[in-house]
């Protein structure tokens, strides 16, 4: 099958097989992206039974649309073979991940509460899964759960196939209702969910036995050992959300799968609270990772207005409390600086597009948790710099240096692009780019992958698809946000314009949005403007109140249009900053540099609140890759 066209799908490689079919990574060739290909066996095909099932998985996947839930894009057929063609997820399954030890405790939340959201999803359109199991349960490169497999779901208003049906699926994730055969409900998703959970926390299922009737005698009569026999850190109130979803009374069990979630929320919560109490405890033991810190006191200064904090800070203090805890010097062997883009246009305007595409690049390579990237702030220094490529990489501690040029003309950008070896000043590459202006986001793309690529030999096609930039399609919208951004930096560097300059960013940031009311960033850029603005400019009570709710509005907004950006927690964790909400700010602040690991702005928030938590050493694990140094 390997290199076989089916229908516009060009077959790359086998992802695995099992008796009902096999399943293979190919190439959509009309929208060139990877896919699944999920083909039903010969056998299989034949069996009626199978062949419904088969169908009503993709009828049943295809009718939801979540990012917890694989999306199912089409069902055909090829020589006889029916196949279900399904978005790629690179990653492991929860079982590889179980069988690799138990998770964290955080770790499994997690998971458990993103089961919760594609569950709700599935609930709401009246589909049960039925099999919900860690084989069905795939996590991808960025931690994101996605749920496989509906082909037992049972679907609303559709009648059972045979009364045999009731009872498939996998015996130890089986309701006590599902093993006697019964009629099964949403109820039954919650148990397999509680099992799940169970083995991500403990190892092990809590029914066993050495034959399936032993199972079921377990699951119908006998009460799961207790989860602190295998790990004596788990808290009582997740043995009770646990013992919950197992309850064998359907009664006893959480009346919706949105109840369960809220409970894991405030777990979540109260887990957040215990790290902070236990960053306490062990901060003067606090364990460096390849951490360089390097914190000049004129750029402590920096990070406070840059970050618009809101409180002030005793600089020597906190250069004395970082640099006493400086890591020994390392290197990276995948680290890079991405020097600023120099501006050949006749413009001198566009200066702003140059920084912008810098920051993209960065942002992007930051993406990659083998990179060290270099902070925006740092390499900012060099524009226009005359010393050397070895001199520069010596300097920042990389083996690797990207520079470039942009050239705009009207509605044509060329840009020029070198890797280079730090070392040796040896070129590893040199690119040039002749695109319409339209294409900017192309170009971008393509040169992150061929950086990364140069620099790291084995990625997976999901890191790849990682690195692409939040967009909007149009690029008269995303100039305006550049602008706006490049004003919002402005305002800090050059405070006797600083409202001059806040005021043509918003100008220039609500412009963009009025353009493409669904382009994420300009809100959460404007809310970042409000928030530096009620810190830094606004002395009334009024005044503060008006420009707080305009960030918490803005935020908002941000939110319902992408809740999987980093920069969106950043801002939160600000927000609850300013509302001393300890948790809700860790939580935020750590879901950012989860999402964006290397980026320079998300440990900067990060780094900020533990120190001003009184948590130096844990604060400088994070300063290295903040915009501070």
């Known amino acids: ?21 096999k399943v293979y990574l190919a190439e959509d060739t009309l929208l060139k992206r990877k896919i699944a290909l999920k083909f039903l066996s010969f056998t299989q095909t034949a069996n009626e039974e199978s062949s419904r099932r088969f169908k009503r998985e993709a009828q049943a996947a295809a009718a939801l649309n979540h990012p917890n839930i694989v999306t199912i894009y089409e069902i055909g057929k090829f020589e006889d073979q029916t196949f279900i063609a399904m978005e790629y997820v690179a990653g492991k399954t929860l079982r590889m991940l179980i069988s690799e030890g138990t998770l964290h405790i955080k770790k499994a939340i997690n998971y458990a509460s993103q089961i919760c959201e594609g569950l709700g999803k599935a609930h709401e359109a009246g589909i049960v899964h039925r099999d919900i199991k860690p084989e069905n349960i795939i996590i991808d490169h960025d931690d994101r759960v996605k749920i496989l497999d509906f082909g037992l779901a049972k679907l609303k208003n559709v009648s059972q196939l045979t009364k045999e049906s009731s009872t498939l699926g996998t015996i130890k994730y089986m309701s006590p209702e599902q093993t006697r055969g ?8 919650i148990w397999s969910l509680g099992v799940v959970l169970f083995e991500m926390l403990s190892g092990k299922a809590p029914f066993g036995g050495d034959y399936e009737q032993a199972i079921i005698y377990s699951i119908l009569n006998e009460n799961p050992r207790p989860l602190k026999h295998s790990n004596s850190n788990i808290p009582d109130y997740i043995e009770e959300l646990v013992l919950k979803c197992l309850s064998k009374q359907i009664s006893g069990r959480y009346s919706n799968i949105e109840k369960v979630n809220q409970d894991l929320a405030e777990i979540f919560r109260n887990i957040a609270g215990d790290n902070i109490k236990n960053l306490q405890k062990i901060d003067s033991k606090f364990i460096f990772k390849s951490k360089t810190i390097r914190i000049p006191l004129l750029a402590i200064l920096s990070i406070v207005i840059l970050a618009g904090t809101y409180f002030l800070i005793d600089r020597p203090k906190f250069t004395e409390k970082i640099n006493t805890n400086k890591s020994s010097t390392t290197s990276w062997e995948n680290s890079i600086a991405v020097l600023p883009f120099e501006n050949i246009s006749k413009d001198e305007e566009h200066v702003y597009f140059c920084d912008g595409m810098t920051e993209q690049i960065i942002s992007s390579l930051s993406r990659i948790k083998k990179l ?18 070895p001199e520069i990489g010596a300097l920042l501690n990389v083996n690797y240096v990207l520079e470039g040029s942009v050239r705009r003309s009207n509605k044509r950008i060329r840009v020029t692009a070198q890797l280079i070896n730090a070392k040796n000043d040896f070129h590893v590459w040199s690119q040039d780019y002749d695109k319409q202006l339209t294409d900017i986001f192309d170009l971008q793309d393509s040169l992150s992958e061929s950086i990364i690529k140069s620099m ?38 050059v405070t006797e314009k600083g409202d001059e300059y806040f005021h043509l960013a918003e100008k220039m940031l609500k412009k963009s949005i009025s353009l493409d009311s669904t382009f994420t960033l300009p809100y959460t850029t404007l809310a970042d403007l409000y928030h530096s603005y009620y810190i830094l400019s606004a002395r009334k009570d009024k005044e503060k109140q008006v420009y707080y709710r305009l960030m ?6 941000a939110f319902d249009l ?8 950043l801002v939160k964790g600000r927000i609850h900053t300013l509302n001393n909400d300890v948790n809700k700010a860790y939580i935020d602040f750590n879901e950012a540099v989860r999402l964006n690991p290397n980026n320079g702005w998300m440990n900067n928030g990060m780094c900020l609140f533990l120190f001003h938590r009184g948590l130096h050493k844990a604060a400088s694990y994070y300063a290295d890759s903040a915009e501070i140094i």
């Open 182 to 189: 019964e009629e099964v409900d949403y109820h039954t998703d």
């Open 552 to 557: 918490v509005n803005y935020l908002n907004k």
């Open 372 to 389: 060290r990237v270099i902070s925006r702030t740092s390499v900012m220094k060099f524009k226009s710099n005359k010393k050397t490529i």
């Open 562 to 569: 992408d809740s999987t950006l980093a920069y969106n927690y």
């Open 456 to 493: 790291i030999h084995e990625i997976s096609p999901g890191e790849l698809e990682s690195v692409k930039a939040r967009r909007t399609d149009n690029i008269e919208a995303y100039e305006y946000f550049l602008k706006g951004k490049y004003f919002h930096e402005k305002k800090f560097i």
């Open 1 to 21: 099958m390997i290199g076989k066209l089916i229908s516009h799908y060009k077959i790359l490689d086998t992802l695995g097989a099992g008796g009902v079919g």
